[in-house]
Structure formats: C-alpha cells, structure tokens
T-cell receptor, first 114, second 110 residues
C-alpha cells in the first residue's frame, strides 16, 4: 500500500515551458487536492477533486490545470511556467473529504522556474 | 478574514524538554488538524480535533473552542521530533476549506 505517490521529486523549468506533476493514490480515496507551499507561508489550495470527472478551483488556481479521469490519478499541469510558480507542490487525498478526516500527503515536488 | 496563527515560529529545545506549540484561529471551526513536516519534506497527519484532547505516544493535542486556541505538546522531546509542525483549521464542512498556519520549526538538540 504505497499511499500517495508524487513524481517527480525535483524539477527545474525554463520560463514558458510546460510540465505535468503526477499524483497517484491507491487508497480508493474520493477526494484529492493539490497544494503549493511557498517559503515562510502556509500551504495554499490550488485545485481539488471530489471524484473522477469532477474538479474545482481552490485559492490559487491561476496558471494551473487539472484533470481527474480515474479515482487514482490527479495530475497537475503547468502551462507557460513563470518564476512565480517556483514552489513546493504537494498532492493529498482523503476518503470523503469531511472536515474530521485524516489527510494523506505525497512527498512533494520541488519546482524551480528560472 | 479567516486566519491561523502559530507560535512560536522557531523553537530550539534540549532533548528531554517538554515542548508546547500554539495555534490560534479567528472564527468558529469544524475541525483542527496538526501535521508534521519532516526535514525531507514529507507531511504526515498527527491529529484531528474538534473538541477536548487527544494523545498519541509522547504527543498530546488540546483544543479550547471558546478561546479559539489549540496546543500541541511533546513530552520527553527527542532529536527525531525535529520537524516543522503545522496547524490547519477547517471553517466549513469539507477539506476544501482548510486554512494552514505557517508552521513552527522545532529543533531538538541532543
């Protein structure tokens, strides 16, 4: 049981390049989330999904896109990378997304845009 | 604006000391989470609270709903407890409404 798996762990992009951060969970969780963590700041929600085929914007969605074609996978797409997207990205999941449920996090992706 | 404030921002302790990390929030909440972020970056959920107190090993989490305040205590601290501890509160019914604090960086010296 691997939990939440994120790839890659590190990536350097040039301004204007695109990339996809992969996230997979094997716990049959309905809810999945993408967060970004900037230095000295709390995690901010980018996008989330309540199930296959359903996604919604979080607090900081600009410059990102997501899709949820299966329960297991929730990739995050960066189009036209900008230096402001330099951050550490975390994928997370929970079973039913209720306030008192445990969140499971991936190990993070450290992204630099130069 | 819904805010989560943690104190202290940084904390250095000697092995064996009793440690307290505080979290304050501004409005009524559905639940409060304590998370641990290891030096390697991974985040682990420690506790979820909506009232009272929870204990797991040397870690104790308490919440005072009236005062809008929670504390995370570590008894008999150990260097392996060195990590960033993050408080997150849920103001709504789903976890799409989580607001995260900036974290408290704990360093426990042997």
């Amino acid at each position: 049981n691997a939990g939440v798996t994120q790839t890659p762990k590190f990536r350097i992009l040039k301004i204007g390049q695109s990339m996809t951060l992969q996230c997979t969970q094997d716990m049959n969780h309905n809810y999945m989330y993408w967060y970004r963590q900037d230095p000295g700041m709390g995690l901010k929600l980018i996008y989330y999904s309540v199930g296959a085929g359903i996604t919604d914007k979080g607090e900081v969605p600009n410059g990102y896109n997501v899709s949820r074609s299966t329960t297991e996978d929730f990739p995050l797409r960066l189009e036209l990378a900008a230096p402001s997207q330099t951050s550490v990205y975390f994928c997370a999941s929970s079973y039913r997304g209720r306030a008192n449920e445990k969140l499971f996090f991936g190990s993070g992706t450290q992204l630099s845009v130069l | 604006k819904n805010e989560v404030e943690q104190s202290p921002q940084n904390l250095t302790a000697q092995e064996g000391e009793f440690i307290t990390i505080n979290c304050s929030y501004s409005v009524g909440i559905s639940a409060l989470h304590w998370l641990q972020q290891h030096p390697g970056g991974g985040i682990v959920s420690l506790f979820m609270l909506s009232s009272g107190k929870k204990k797991h090993g040397r870690l104790i989490a308490t919440i005072n709903i009236q005062e809008k305040h929670s504390s995370l205590h570590i008894t008999a601290s150990h260097p392996r407890d060195s990590a960033v501890y993050i408080c997150a509160v849920n103001y709504g019914g789903s976890q799409g409404n989580l607001i995260f604090g900036k974290g408290t960086k704990l360093s426990v010296k042997p």
